[in-house]
């Protein structure tokens, strides 16, 4: 399983940036998928998450009403939209597998999630 996320960049508070993670190998719309960040010394922060039909979300409340997370099981895509953009949301952002045995989306350890992509960087100036 490899994944590929990509979209990030540089925006200014208030702005908008949709993040895509392009995954290969193994059978995706089988599995539950997340979005993290990490910002410079700070540990690694669960986003938000989708399950495998992506009838269920999940999200962090500090995203809550301003990020979606959605996912295209036909082209083997996750996304996730930011809106209202703040900087405290500057970091690098994670698409992540989420671990097959674990039940429900809440889940925000990273330690349950197996597989990661590189991380695609946003930066939000004030």
């Known amino acids: 399983v490899q994944l590929q996320a990509s979209g990030g960049g540089l925006v200014q508070a208030g702005g908008s940036l949709r993040l895509s993670c392009a995954a290969s190998g193994g059978f995706f719309s089988s599995y539950d998928m997340g979005w993290f960040r990490q910002a410079p010394g700070k540990e690694r922060e669960f986003v938000a998450a989708i399950s495998g039909s992506g009838g269920r979300t999940y999200y962090s409340d500090s995203v809550k009403g301003r990020f979606t997370i959605s996912r295209d099981n036909a082209k083997n895509l996750v996304y996730l939209q930011m809106n209202r953009l703040k900087p405290e949301d500057t970091a690098v952002y994670y698409c992540?597998?989420?671990?097959?045995?674990?039940?429900?989306?809440?889940?925000?350890?990273?330690?349950?999630?197996?597989?990661w992509g590189q991380g695609t960087q946003v930066t939000v100036s004030s």
């Open positions: 992540a597998r989420k671990r097959p045995y674990l039940t429900g989306l809440e889940s925000v350890d990273p330690s349950g999630y197996d597989y």
